[in-house]
């Protein structure tokens, strides 16, 4: 099996992304131009051989109001085959992020999530959440619920492993993974910048 990781994908969006966005950095708006996003023309073309599409999304950050109309933007149908990862900071509230992961679950067949720690902050929700391991609890109970995964799978033979950066040899109570292939971390940079 051929996998395509790229860095980012034009066909995620209905529509193309406008040229110039508002960027929100320290409470100011500030206009920036946004860079020219180019693909490979065989991966613009085409699949890998066995039709797995890989997609990798992070800093969606939906709790700003353009950012979750990007989300809603999304093609319902185009990627019902596909596989998300989202890798972290979806969202500071709770109810965003639970709808921003609901929108993505129904877009994509599969979704991965691994939390960033904008999602564990407890900024303005203290009275729901008395600390950030609390809230990683309850944000892992919602991805559950909506079938998001954030256990390691294997999906057509390649193994995908979301880690939580507090790793401890003490935490793992799962069973040792076997007789899959997992991709290098030399082939994904060789993929995100070639």
Not at 89 to 112: G, I, P
């Amino acid at each position: 099996m051929v996998v395509k990781l790229m860095p980012c994908c034009p066909s995620l969006s209905q529509k193309p992304l406008p040229k110039q966005v508002q960027i929100r950095t320290q409470m100011k708006y500030t206009t920036t131009r946004r860079p020219e996003i180019l693909t490979s023309s065989a991966a613009a073309s085409s699949t890998s051989a066995s039709g797995l599409r890989v997609f990798v999304l992070s800093d969606l950050h939906t709790d700003y109001s353009e950012n979750m109309t990007w989300v809603k933007c999304l093609s319902t149908t185009r990627h019902k085959k596909d596989v998300l990862l989202v890798a972290g900071d979806v969202a500071e509230k709770y109810d965003d992020f639970v709808l921003t992961m609901s929108l993505l679950k129904d877009r994509f067949q599969r979704v991965l999530f691994v939390p960033g720690n904008h999602d564990l902050w407890c900024r303005g929700e203290e009275n729901d959440f008395p600390d950030s391991l609390e809230k990683l609890n309850k944000l892992l109970d919602a991805c559950r619920g909506l079938g998001v995964e954030i256990n390691p799978v294997v999906i057509d033979g390649l193994g995908i492993i979301p880690l939580f950066s507090w790793y401890h040899e003490s935490f793992d109570r799962e069973k040792d993974i076997s007789g899959i292939r997992i991709l290098p971390l030399e082939m994904v940079i060789h993929f995100l910048f070639s």
